[in-house]
């Protein structure tokens, strides 16, 4: 009785350690099968959604690369894409679904600020990393939301880039800052005015204007009756931005415009009464989408513009750095998990905070314990508005 | 100065456009439908993709956005206002017009694009015209024709007559014969027709932009509930006053505040003379 007791439980054993055994083995492979998910939060549909729909071609194919090649570290990327149609709420829903129902490791986006200022404290509770795509300032903060990491420039570096070269390029010193009623707005005209006031310059004229306001001849008279000898707007409404060039234009005045990079955007062109009103008119622009003297642009857009164009039907008539900055978002994620060997929030937080000079088709990425922004200030250039070719622009008259 | 106040008349023209589109529609039904500021935009964006887009004639292509409209107007009274009404539930309207507002909206929007695209110039005119240019003047004129047009309608023809007397007691029109269910149809079409066409006259300022609606349908109402819902007139004179304040407001206090004067003018005016300036006084026999 008891040899065949112990007979029993010997074999029960050798069964039981079997199935540890398969079941540590099958765990392994389970792991390695692990895909790592990235959430992506884009307005697809609604404002902003060309900005975000070119993005989207840079993630989608950064994936699709990285994933032919093999994923990171053996695990594949699995992409999960929502459209929050540039609604905050949809934005916020959307991302609590990916962080406790989907359990993503990283987030991607919002693109529109407005959203992201809703989203970031979401993320950051859930202790997941955000690669933080919208301009404004505030949605980086290395003590409030650590796990949030920038490669897109902030709303300030626009607005510096523009003031150096209307001050110091142009040599202009009168200055009318027009901003929209907007939240982005209204916060970049102030910004706008106060780094201005700091290089020693005081606006002769501001105003906030509805984006949807049909005329801005008043405006216009206003700040031509205060002296200006450079109009600065900052939105991204391309209704006013046509409307703005289109009175300067019909009043023929030649006031040069340096200001906000929707002022190149292409839909502009079909606005305007006549082609000749985006003239003397200059936007907030990248090294990464600007033509050299020599015609030619950086190796590394070139790179991915001739990998990715079969994609995007052949002609690129739409600005390129978005794609870019889409693209490295992805690298940059790649970067972090290789970098810390997994993807433990904390782990990436260290990679990422020591992080110096990555080398991304966009810009080059430096981090630090300090520092959320990673896009440098020698990566900003001012372009002509109306050179647009290919994805790409050209420099401003120096 | 001239300036402002041309352009307050212009935009001032629009929202009483939108606010006689307003009283055609409330008068056979009694509903205040929230698709009115999407009317026009769909005048706006259609006349601009017939006539640059399909190379259309404008004169043809104020049919066709009108043609637009109107469907459009007749969809809205079949699906959203018709069963609607002889519900017990009072304003389930205000829902239904809402979700048919944000239906075209969004349809238009993928379809058109979110960027705002530029309306053809209807009349060959030079761009330095200043105060006499065409996107000032264009819908001043037909606001003015379809006012016109409107009193015409209403005391000379006889579905004029009997739109009035739906709007005056709806049970004693059908007491007296008429078909009321088709006649709100034929308003509800004829208000469509007429808001696209003034969304094509007034496209060289707003833009061919899918988002135009909501603010249409905000200050249309506003300029509706100042001069007096059912009253033409008083949607005429509101509109052109809502028009003129709110650019004299930008001019004087900053673009900020624009859209908080002009709520402000209709608070005032609701609290001095609730019915509006040239509306009727509600009495109900107890």
């Not at chain 2, 529609?25 to 006349?47: A, P, Y």
Request: glycine share 10%; proline share 4%; aromatic share 10%.
């Amino acid at each position: 009785m008891k040899e065949r007791m112990l007979g029993a439980g010997l074999l029960r054993a050798i069964v039981a350690a079997g199935v540890v055994a398969t079941s540590g083995l099958v765990s392994q492979t389970a792991l390695a099968a692990q895909p790592i998910k990235i959430g992506w939060l884009s307005s697809l549909t609604g404002p902003l959604s060309s900005a975000a729909t070119a993005e989207n071609q840079g993630v989608q194919f950064a994936v699709e690369e990285i994933n032919k090649a093999g994923g990171i570290n053996g695990q594949q990327i699995e992409l999960l894409t929502r459209d929050t149609a540039g609604d905050p709420t949809k934005a916020v829903n959307f991302a609590q679904q990916l962080l406790f129902r989907d359990k993503v490791n990283f987030i991607i986006g919002p693109v529109n600020s407005g959203e992201s200022l809703a989203t970031g404290p979401i993320a950051a509770k859930a202790g997941i990393p955000n690669i933080v795509i919208g301009s404004i300032d505030e949605l980086t903060d290395p003590k409030k939301f650590p796990l949030a990491f920038r490669p897109i420039n902030t709303n300030t570096q626009w607005i510096k880039s523009a003031n150096d070269y209307a001050l110091n390029v142009l040599k202009r010193s009168k200055v009318a800052v027009i901003g929209d009623t907007s939240g982005y707005g209204t916060s970049s005209a102030k910004t706008a005015a106060e780094l201005l006031k700091k290089a020693g310059v005081e606006p002769v004229y501001t105003a906030l204007v509805d984006p949807n306001k049909t005329d801005l001849s008043d405006e216009i008279s206003k700040a031509r009756a205060a002296g200006a000898d450079v109009l600065m707007p900052w939105s991204a409404a391309t209704g006013l931005l046509g409307r703005l060039l289109n009175t300067r234009g019909d009043m023929q005045w030649d006031v040069p415009v340096v200001g906000h990079p929707s002022l190149m955007a292409l839909p502009i062109k079909e606005l305007l009464n006549k082609p000749e009103y985006w003239e003397g008119v200059y936007a907030a622009g990248y090294v990464s989408t600007t033509y050299g003297a020599d015609g030619k642009l950086p190796e590394r857009t070139q790179a991915l513009m001739d990998a990715i164009r079969p994609k995007l039907g052949g002609e690129i008539n739409f600005t390129f750095w978005w794609v870019a900055l889409g693209y490295d978002t992805v690298k940059v994620i790649e970067h972090a998990v290789k970098k810390a060997g997994s993807t433990d929030p904390k782990a990436i937080q260290a990679a990422l905070e020591n992080t110096a000079k990555l080398e991304g088709v966009y810009a080059t990425y430096s981090w630090g314990p300090d520092q959320r922004n990673g896009f440098p200030d020698s990566a900003m250039v001012v372009n002509r508005a109306n050179s647009f070719k290919d994805g790409s622009f050209e420099l401003a008259p120096q | 100065m001239l300036l402002v106040i041309v352009s307050g008349l212009a935009v001032g023209a629009l929202y009483a456009a939108t606010a006689l589109v307003y009283n055609v529609m409330f008068s056979t039904s009694k509903v205040l439908s929230v698709t009115t500021g999407h009317i026009c935009m769909l005048g706006g964006v259609f006349g601009a993709w017939l006539v640059s887009d399909l190379g259309v004639p404008s004169v043809i292509a104020l049919a066709g956005a009108a043609l637009v409209g109107g469907a459009f107007g007749f969809l809205t009274e079949i699906v959203a206002v018709r069963r609607v009404l002889s519900r017990p539930v009072e304003h389930l309207w205000l829902l239904t017009t809402l979700a048919m507002a944000t239906m075209v909206q969004q349809a238009v929007g993928l379809w058109w694009g979110t960027e705002p695209r530029p309306f053809p110039r209807l009349i060959p005119q030079d761009f330095s015209a200043g105060v006499l240019d065409q996107k000032y003047w264009l819908p001043v004129i037909t606001v003015i024709i379809m006012a016109l047009g409107l009193e015409f309608f209403y005391r000379r023809t006889m579905y004029g007559k009997v739109f009035v007397a739906m709007s005056e007691d709806v049970f004693a029109a059908q007491a007296r014969g008429i078909a009321t269910s088709r006649v709100r149809s034929l308003s509800y079409i004829i208000a469509g027709a007429l808001g696209a066409v003034a969304g094509f006259a007034a496209g060289q300022l707003t833009f061919a932009f899918f988002a135009v609606g909501h603010g249409l349908t905000l200050y249309g109402f506003i300029a509706l509930a100042a001069g007096g819902l059912g009253s033409n007139l008083g949607a005429l004179v509101g509109g052109l006053a809502l028009g003129l304040f709110s650019t004299f407001a930008t001019y004087f206090f900053g673009g900020e505040y624009q859209q908080t004067i002009a709520v402000g003018l209709l608070i005032i005016i609701l609290l001095l003379k609730p019915e509006g300036l040239f509306g009727q006084r509600q009495v109900r026999a107890v």
